[in-house]
């Protein structure tokens, strides 16, 4: 029995307690609904969530544990010729015993002798699942008969329901939280142990990047450069140019949308615009390889200009057109927010459309633009797959547009790529550039913040 029918069956269950409990609270109360302290629906929900709840904690319990204890039964039907094996081989054959039970593809062919192994393993899944979906099942019946005996025409059915969605919302909350505590932690605890092979200064402040660490000591390039200089500057330099293109012409985009468009016109332009942002980024990175950059290089060329078949001006620009709806539409939407109250004041005070347009909307919708920038800059400097096929991997310390350059994401993408320990300077630098793509990331979210709170109370 897989995961997706017990998923299917307590879904299931849990509507039928939902209208079992609906039923009974009618029933109690004698077809009379006014009797009753709340609708009999809060009673349907309370008797549901005591159906569903805890039988979706033990799920999650029973899900961690199951893979663990089907292990255990495999490690311990394996022959004896294991003891001479390395750790990582082990750890090797035994995914692949786990993967050939499972009925999936693995990396190479099992032997004959792990083939008990194999058996044990997935005699205690299956095992495992039908003991699963039996607890399940009376964990379920348990939680609904006990909410089903509570019924009655006095019971705050609305009250104990709304506790249970607070403390879900609560749960939910914490999970995004905890999270997000972890993926800091993360960072830092790698990051630590990178600074602690190079340092600090040499990585925020060198002029050079090479993380290319040989294997042995004797072989060429030992000693890698991590000077992060180059990768900012280009990280910068393509995301300066995709908001050159991207900021005027979503802006413009706007305004008119906003305030000069009819409401038809509005409704068709608005989602064409918008699906610019549902286009794959693979999708913009063919463009850009394939059109965008000989375009320019041809261009430059016919007027004496050298420019490279991969360039930051190329992956700048399609990077613009990518982001145009994130300040087109969110800006649109900030503006027409704006109080109609405020465009008839002006109106009666002799100003131009224009006039309105420049002294009294785009003032009272500056945090919303502003954020609208941000949110564009931060798209436009996470982007990855338009810069890898667009402006290279070259790591050039330029300000020369016409020139390769690559970013953080690029080469945090370059240096996790393949088989990788987490061992090795070369390795851990992915992290260091994480980390300092959150703190610009957090940086651009506080200045945002300010200018929010600064225009919002001259305007509210």
Not at 188 to 213: D, I, K, M, N, Y
């Amino acid at each position: 029995m897989n995961v997706l029918t017990i998923l299917v069956v307590m879904v299931g269950l849990s509507v039928a307690g939902y209208y079992l409990g609906t039923r009974q609270a009618v029933g109690v109360a004698g077809g009379q609904r006014s009797r009753l302290h709340s609708l009999p629906s809060y009673h349907g929900l309370y008797l549901a969530s005591w159906v569903l709840l805890p039988a979706v904690a033990l799920l999650i319990v029973w899900l961690i544990v199951e893979p663990h204890v089907a292990e255990q039964a495999l490690i311990a039907n394996l022959p004896a010729s294991v003891e001479q094996m390395d750790p990582n081989t082990l750890r090797l054959t035994i995914g692949d015993i786990e993967a050939r039970a499972l009925g999936g593809i693995v990396g190479r062919e099992v032997a004959p002798e792990f083939q008990p192994a194999a058996e044990a393993y997935a005699a205690t899944l299956s095992i495992s699942r039908w003991l699963m979906a039996a607890c399940l099942v009376a964990v379920m019946a348990i939680g609904g008969l006990l909410a089903f005996r509570s019924i009655g025409v006095e019971m705050r059915a609305r009250n104990r329901f709304e506790r249970i969605a607070e403390v879900i919302m609560i749960g939910a909350a914490t999970i995004a939280i905890l999270t997000t505590v972890g993926i800091i932690l993360s960072l830092l605890f790698e990051t630590a142990r990178f600074f602690a092979e190079v340092p600090f200064f040499e990585f925020l402040f060198g002029l050079q990047w090479s993380p290319q660490t040989a294997l042995r000591a004797d072989q060429v390039g030992s000693s890698g450069s991590f000077g992060a200089i180059p990768l900012f500057a280009g990280t910068l330099l393509i995301t300066l140019i995709a908001l050159c293109v991207a900021v005027p012409i979503g802006l413009f985009a706007a305004i008119y949308m906003s305030e000069y468009a009819t409401p038809r016109i509005r409704g068709t332009a608005k989602p064409i615009l918008e699906i610019l942002a549902g286009v794959p980024t693979v999708v913009y990175g063919f463009f850009a390889a394939l059109t965008v950059a000989p375009f320019f290089r041809g261009l430059g060329q016919s007027i004496g200009l050298d420019v490279s078949s991969e360039s930051a001006l190329a992956a700048g620009s399609v990077m613009g057109i990518m982001i145009i709806p994130f300040v087109s539409s969110l800006s649109d939407d900030v503006m027409n927010a704006v109080p109609q109250s405020l465009r008839d004041g002006a109106f009666a005070l002799g100003a131009t459309k224009s006039e309105t347009i420049r002294q009294v909307i785009l003032p009272a919708a500056l945090p919303g633009i502003v954020g609208a920038v941000l949110l564009a800059t931060s798209r436009a400097i996470g982007e990855t797959m338009i810069v890898v096929m667009a402006a290279g991997l070259a790591a050039n310390l330029t300000a020369n547009p016409l020139e390769a350059v690559t970013t953080v994401t690029v080469q945090i993408v370059t240096l996790l790529v393949g088989d990788q320990e987490f061992d090795s300077a070369k390795t851990l630098a992915a992290f260091a550039l994480g980390l300092v793509l959150f703190v610009v990331t957090l940086c651009l979210n506080i200045f945002a913040l300010h200018i929010v709170r600064k225009y919002r109370e001259k305007y509210d």
